[in-house]
């Protein structure tokens, strides 16, 4: 019995490190597409494959599937894209902005993946916020100041990508509060309807999109 542990544990332990490689190396080779001007609008329209292969390998290392949790991330990514649905429509919620084409096939404007990407960033860091022992009120503030670094790093690289551009040109404060409000709800909902569970993905995803995003940016600042 505990050899077959064991083994199951190598395995594990040796398919993780192969996803997280091929995450990251995934991720280098779409900077360096996106840095030669040959190969970025190919790059650019594969924007939204890249979001689904985080999401497949996220999902390859979940554990305890059942149908509370299927039901549980569908609620997510409705609610994720119905947000983006009104806050494109009026204007109310993170400021007045607009769709490009690089998230791919858009309803009301909103493109679908938009509400895969809320999902899967409450999953990786309800996750990773779960590896502290904090109080429950302190773990949900700690994970929605996470999806506001992650946005911060994201809104640059975001308009250059022809992701979707703001009115006047400029990012509106209250639409970091807002990515902080809806996170806090988004979180709060995950951590009361959820049974306790870990992904080594989790660290992995969030971590590659946000240094990939970091690195984008320092790239548009030295050139």
């Known amino acids: ?31 360096a597409g996106l840095s030669i001007p040959a190969t970025r609008t190919l790059f650019t329209v594969l924007t939204p494959f890249s979001l689904l292969l985080s999401l497949a390998l996220l999902l390859a290392f979940h554990a305890g599937w059942s149908l509370r949790f299927i039901l549980l ?13 009104v806050g494109v429509q009026t204007g109310l919620v993170f400021g007045s902005y607009s769709y490009g084409d690089t998230l791919g096939i858009k309803v009301e ?8 990407n809320w999902f899967m960033l409450i999953y990786c860091v309800s996750v990773i ?47 970091y509060i807002a990515w902080f409000v809806i996170s806090l709800v988004f979180l709060a909902y995950w951590e009361v309807v959820r049974r306790p569970f870990s992904n080594r993905m989790a660290l992995p995803v969030f971590t590659t999109q946000l240094l990939f995003f970091v690195i984008l940016n320092l790239r548009d600042m030295i050139q």
């Open 1 to 31: 019995m505990n050899s077959n542990l064991q083994t199951q544990g190598a395995l594990l332990n040796k398919g993780h490190r192969t996803a997280t490689l091929l995450l990251a190396a995934f991720f280098a080779v779409g900077v």
């Open 73 to 85: 991330g569908l609620k997510i990514m409705t609610a994720g894209f119905l947000v983006e649905v």
């Open 109 to 116: 404007q909103t493109p679908l993946i938009i509400g895969v």
């Open 129 to 175: 916020t779960g590896h502290f022992r904090l109080p429950y009120l302190a773990r949900i503030t700690a994970g929605a100041a996470l999806m506001v670094i992650y946005d911060l790093a994201l809104e640059p690289s975001a308009i250059r990508l022809d992701m979707w551009t703001w009115t006047d040109g400029t990012v509106p404060f209250h639409n």
